[in-house]
C-alpha cells in the first residue's frame, strides 16, 4: 500500500502567494486546502530590480495566515517555491532569509526550467491520451510554454520574460489602454512566443492547457461565475473567440470599472488586461482554437515532487 504524505506548498509569485495544503498518495494529489492573495509581490521590480518594502510587506502578512493553516493542518513536509519577482529582485535573497527566520518557510528560488517542469507535472499528472500537450502558465513577471506528452517529462520548455504584470508596466500607462498600447503589447506578445518556441514545436502541438490566474480568471468572467467555483473552472474550454472578446471587453473599462466585472477578483483588475492578451497571442502562435483551463499547476506538481522527496523545502 503506497504512503500518504501530507505537504504544504506555498508559491511566491510574481502576483500573488498561494498555498495548496494536500494528501499526496500514488501519484494523486488530494486538497485539504489552498488559498490565494493578490499580494503583487513583483510590483515595480521591472523598473527598479527590487522588491518594494510594500510588497515585501504584503506577503510576510500573508505567509502569517499561510503558517497557522500548515501547522492546523499537520503538514509534514512544507516547501515554498519562488519564481521570477525572487529570480529578477537584487534584494531577493536578503527577504528569502527573512522568511526562514520569521515562519521557518524556506523559500526556494526554482529557474524558469524547473519552474516549467513542476508545472507541467502538475498539470498533466491526471490526464489521459497521448497528445502533443503545451501547458501555458501566464504569471506575473514570466510565462512559461511547456510542451510534453502528459505524465511525462516535457519534450520542450521555455520560461520567457512576459507577464501579465510585467506587461501591465512596459505596454499599458493608459486607463483605460489605449488601442497603440494594445496593438504594442499584442505584438510584443506574438513575437516573444513564435521567437521562444520553435515553429515545428508550436506545429506539432495538439492540446492547449492553461493554468494560473489569469487562465482560470478568464474562465470565470467567461461564465460570469459569482462566487468563484473551481469545479466549473477546471477543465472549461475556452476558445480563442471568447477570449479575444473578453480582451475587448475588458480594455474599453476604466480600472474601477473593470474591478466590478462579474468573475473578476477586483485586485487582479489591473493586470487582467496584459494577461488576457497575451493568452490570446499563444492560442494563436501555437495554432490553436481555444485552451482547456486547469486548476492543477505548479502547486500540484511541487506538492507531487515533495512527496517523493525530489524537492525540499
Known amino acids: 500500500m503506497a504512503a500518504v504524505h501530507r505537504v504544504g506548498v506555498v508559491d511566491l509569485g510574481t502576483n500573488s502567494t498561494r498555498l495548496l495544503v494536500a494528501d499526496v498518495e500514488d501519484g494523486a494529489v488530494s486538497e485539504l486546502e489552498r488559498r490565494t492573495v493578490v499580494t503583487r509581490f513583483g510590483e515595480g521590480v521591472d523598473a527598479t530590480g527590487r522588491l518594494s518594502e510594500a510588497a515585501m510587506e504584503r506577503v510576510a502578512d500573508t505567509l502569517g495566515g499561510y503558517r497557522q493553516v500548515i501547522d492546523r493542518l499537520g503538514a509534514e513536509r512544507v516547501v515554498a517555491v519562488a519564481t521570477s519577482a525572487m529570480r529578477d529582485a537584487e534584494n531577493g ?67 520567457t520574460r512576459m507577464g501579465s504584470v510585467r506587461h501591465t508596466e512596459r505596454f499599458l500607462p493608459t486607463d483605460p489602454p489605449t488601442d497603440q498600447e494594445l496593438a504594442a503589447l499584442a505584438a510584443d506578445a506574438a513575437r516573444i512566443a513564435k521567437e521562444e518556441v520553435p515553429g515545428e514545436v508550436r506545429d506539432a502541438t495538439q492540446h492547449g492547457i492553461a493554468v494560473a490566474g489569469t487562465a482560470t480568471t478568464l474562465a470565470a468572467i467567461d461564465q460570469q461565475l459569482d462566487p468563484y467555483d473551481r469545479d466549473r473552472v477546471h477543465e472549461y474550454r475556452l476558445g480563442l473567440a471568447a ?71
Do not use: C, N, Q, W
Not at 480582451?247 to 488576457?276: K, N, Q, Y
Open 243 to 313: 477570449g479575444e472578446r473578453m480582451l475587448r471587453m475588458l480594455a474599453v473599462l476604466p480600472l474601477a470599472e473593470r474591478r466590478e466585472v462579474t468573475g473578476l477578483d477586483p485586485d487582479r483588475a489591473p493586470s487582467i488586461v496584459a494577461g488576457a492578451g497575451i493568452l490570446v497571442e499563444s492560442i494563436r502562435a501555437f495554432g490553436l482554437d481555444g485552451v482547456e483551463i486547469s486548476e492543477a499547476d505548479i502547486l500540484h506538481g511541487a506538492a507531487l515532487a515533495a512527496a517523493d522527496g525530489a524537492l525540499e523545502g
Open 93 to 159: 535573497p536578503a527577504f528569502r532569509e527573512h522568511l526562514r527566520e520569521r515562519f521557518d518557510i524556506d523559500a526556494r528560488t526554482i529557474t524558469g526550467d524547473e519552474e516549467a517542469r513542476l508545472t507541467f507535472r502538475g498539470a498533466t499528472a491526471a490526464r489521459k491520451g497521448t497528445a502533443a500537450t503545451v501547458v501555458i502558465d501566464i504569471g506575473g513577471g514570466s510565462t512559461e510554454y511547456v510542451v510534453g506528452r502528459p505524465r511525462d517529462d516535457p519534450d520542450f520548455y521555455v520560461s
